[in-house]
């Protein structure tokens, strides 16, 4: 046994026996049931119809060819410096890992809702409303002038000032729909009247000319309850978790790897 | 079915009720399994007024399921659309952050029927228009250019042929559903109206535009849009809207950008090219009420070589066919010589095919409204998000013929433009399709520009306390006025600026008439900002002397009008004479989105581009019918 030629035949038949199995397995490709009922569902969502025998036989026979020369394909290395693998392969990752985290048990879904509802209770809130009624003047000068002298009627205060396109009240408006009518010099000053059913206040300026404006009421921004806004709070926190989920992902990864900078 | 919404009515009132805010309304319709209740018909919705508010929208947008707006990056849905038109945040597929500085009144996602939803199915690994060859490369799409030349193998390869393999009804389908369900949802009567609708993409022989946007009045829609692949003869889209709207589906149709057309969507024969004829104009008017004035893709209110005598005609002029290099015809392009041949029709023949009003519009395929000049991110995803790109800044290397700027020919012409002005009595679809349908409606390139105008011989005295009131008893924009033996008719023209952009400088009348057997056409200035009077001898305002800085676009803060109103009569009329009269409204010059580019990255403006711009508004017209051939 101590012949080197003994040893060198021996390892030789071993290497050889090996690589004959091994080849084996690779060169194996096995049609199961699980394989013709996963073409045959296939086929059955895309054609409407069950496939029959003979179906199935040609569906196995397509599927055979696209396996085989995806494996001829891997066994070449031809997915290595793809970028149309590389991306495809990074976006199914991304959908993975999008799924991480997201609850499937309802009462912990419920939970995870409800407390990003209060975390984030800024988002769910009523906009504040201004309704108001206006007298309209061009300048300074014919709004002072009119102040100045005038006691504004309880009635029939639409005739006064001047004639303009805006309309003399306003329902309901909010912050931005004032800025849109009548510029943020406006809606500013507006925000900061006195709410009266009485009293005339002004003249404040706009884009148009000056307004002497009854602020008649105020609706305060309001929170919104959960129960009504759940929807939306459902899609804001899915968005989110999607996000976050994502990048916790990639942390972890980047965590894994050594990265050398040259 | 009945049951359903009857329960889910008393849901959604007795939430209504619970919070006693209407701006509930959404979220709590959503929550319920049926699309949003309309309440009450009859019921007025907060902000209604008998004499009309202007409201402000975009009916041309397009969103993922557009071919073109899929390949050039846009993966924003129609529920995506119809956020951001209600001020919310929407991401370009640059990266960066779209909003809108005033959120919209109306906005109907409008995508083309012409292979809908089909790209984004081929770019979509494991469905079946994957598979094809044509879809190689679609799920890997990156820059500009890589798109650009994606886009014109496509629409090469779709436009030449029919292509049956790419034609999925259960692709188009689902499509169409999420557009009609998006409308639906979105829809918020008082607030926001929102509309079904979609892109007819037809075009002539060599690219000449034919595109038509048709909207649905309800809330619901045929099956599936009619499209380029049904018939490329815009007549038989007017056919087929004629027998859906028999079946219940009243809608109109929008032609644009006629000034692509290359003389087509004017011209004066069929599109076979036979004579018109009485019953063509009559079926062309039932189903295209309106005009798109002006988009994106430049404005088609005249052409200077039309209109020598009128000195704002050189206004945003895209010279070219849609989506090519190729110049467009002038002849049959434009508005106004439109006008001006439908007036002579209706004199000779006795019938009259261009008898439309007037919106704007933008044509986003970003999903998002761009109509602000300093706040413009163009139409065409990567294709033109860059101002390198969109040619208004230098390249860093000279382009492919050794030019400084981007080789397209067109994208520098583009226009931060399109707004469609309603009068209309409440923020609902009702209200505001009717005033569609009456032409009561007026387009802007961009601010939110107010225009009324009236006609008749009871027009009431400038500085009337109740105006409107007695102005609605007399034609009002879109209408008719009939020519009387005694009376001379008056004008009254009423424009606001826009509370959030520059005053106005002039409004202007634009008649357009038959004289002697020809067409004339006259501008006159009617109303001059900075209590300037018009010279009767030129019909012009003098210069107001409102000047933009061009260091950092400011504009004179002194000069121009929040208001200019005037009640004008025709010095040329003569009721034997057949006319009509349409009103422009021209705001101080403001820098154009190419000089806030070019000053954002510290370096000159283009030469050869307009520095500055008047951005203006435009009335539908009213038409004067003579006395003799009435």
Known sequence: MRDPLVWFVLIGLILFGADHYLNNQEDQIIVDEVVRQRLATLWQTQSGNPATAQEVDSLVQSWLKEEIMFREAMRLGLDRDDTIVRRRLIQKLSFLSEEVGIETNEQSKLDALTSYYYAHQEQYKTETRFSFQQIFFSTEEKADLYGASTEVPSTNWQSLGETSLLNSSYKEMTFAEARRDFGVQFATSLSELTESTEAWQGPIKSSYGYHFVRLQQVQIQQQLPFAMVRVRVAADYASEQRSTSQTDYYNALREKYDVVYE | ?630
């Open chain 2, 1 to 630: 079915m009945n049951l359903i919404k009857a329960a889910s009515l008393v849901a959604l009132s007795a939430l209504l009720i619970a919070c006693g805010d209407t701006s509930n309304q959404q979220d709590s319709a959503e929550a319920s399994s049926e699309p949003a209740v309309v309440p009450d018909i009859a019921a007025r919705t907060p902000g209604y007024s008998e004499h009309n508010n202007a409201y402000f929208g975009d009916l041309h947008v397009h969103t993922m399921y557009s071919f073109d707006a899929f390949i050039f990056g846009t993966t924003a849905s129609p529920d995506d659309a119809y956020e951001f038109a209600k001020g919310g945040v929407l991401r370009h597929p640059g990266g960066f952050d779209m909003q809108l500085k005033e959120p919209l009144d109306f906005y109907g996602v409008s995508d083309h029927a012409f292979y809908l939803g089909s790209l984004r199915s081929m770019a979509t690994p494991g469905t079946e228009l994957s598979k094809l060859d044509i879809a190689n490369g679609m799920d890997t799409l990156s820059d500009g250019l890589n798109r650009r030349s994606k886009f014109q193998e496509l629409i090469t390869f779709l436009g030449t042929d029919r292509r049956d393999e790419i034609l999925n009804q259960k692709v188009f389908k689902e499509a169409w559903d999420d557009i009609i369900g998006a409308a639906n949802r979105a829809n918020d009567p008082g607030k926001f109206t929102s509309f079904i609708a979609y892109e007819y993409t037809s075009s002539g022989p060599g690219n000449a535009n034919l595109h038509r946007n048709v909207i649905f009045k309800g809330d619901e829609a045929p099956n599936l849009p009619f499209s380029r692949l049904d018939s490329l003869n815009p007549e038989d889209l007017w056919d087929w809207m004629d027998e859906k709207r028999a079946e219940g589906h009243e809608s109109l149709a929008i032609p644009h950008n006629s000034n692509g057309s290359n003389g087509m969507m004017f011209q004066q024969t069929t599109f076979e090219g036979n004579a018109l004829d009485a019953t063509y104009a009559e079926q062309r008017m039932r189903n295209e009420p309106l005009v798109e004035i002006s988009q994106v893709k430049g404005t088609s209110d005249t052409h200077p070589a039309l209109s020598p005598n009128d000195e704002w005609a050189d206004f945003e002029i895209m010279p070219y066919r849609i989506a090519t290099n190729i110049d467009s015809a002038i002849n049959g392009s434009y508005v106004r010589q439109a006008y001006m041949n439908g007036l002579k029709m209706q004199e000779d023949e006795g019938y009259n095919p261009f008898k439309f009003g007037l919106i704007g519009s933008s044509d986003t395929h970003n999903a998002s409204y761009a109509g602000d000049e300093d706040n413009y991110w163009s139409k065409v995803g990567l294709v033109d998000d860059t101002p390198q790109e969109r040619g208004s800044v230098k390249l860093d290397e000279p382009n492919a013929d050794g030019g400084d700027y981007a080789l397209n020919k067109s994208y520098k012409t583009w226009s931060a433009a399109g707004l469609a002005g309603v009068w209309a009595q409440e923020n609902t679809r009702a209200s505001i399709y009717d005033a569609f349908r009456r032409k009561e409606t007026f387009g802007t390139s961009g601010p939110r520009i107010k225009v009324r105008f009236f006609a008749g011989y009871d027009i009431p005295a400038i500085d009337d306390k109740a105006l409107l009131t007695k102005a609605y008893t007399n034609t009002t924009m879109g209408g008719d006025l009939i020519a009387t033996e005694s009376d001379t008719p008056s004008f009254l023209v009423w424009a606001a600026r826009d509370a959030n952009s520059a005053p106005l400088q002039r409004v202007q009348i634009i008649k357009t008439a038959v004289k002697d057997g020809q067409t004339v056409e006259e501008v006159f200035d009617v109303a001059c900002a900075d209590g300037n009077a018009v010279d009767p001898t030129t019909n012009r305002c003098p210069d107001n002397g409102a000047r933009v800085d061009l260091s950092d676009c400011s504009y004179s803060q002194d000069k121009g009008a929040a208001e200019l109103r005037t009640v004008w009569q025709d010095p040329g009329y003569a009721p034997s004479q057949r006319a009509m009269y349409y009103v422009r409204v021209l705001e101080n010059p403001t820098c154009r989105w190419s000089t806030w580019d070019a000053l954002r990255e510290g370096v000159a403006p283009r030469e050869g581009l307009h520095k500055t711009i008047q951005e203006r508004a435009w009335s539908s017209p009213i038409w004067v019918t003579p006395l003799a051939g009435q």
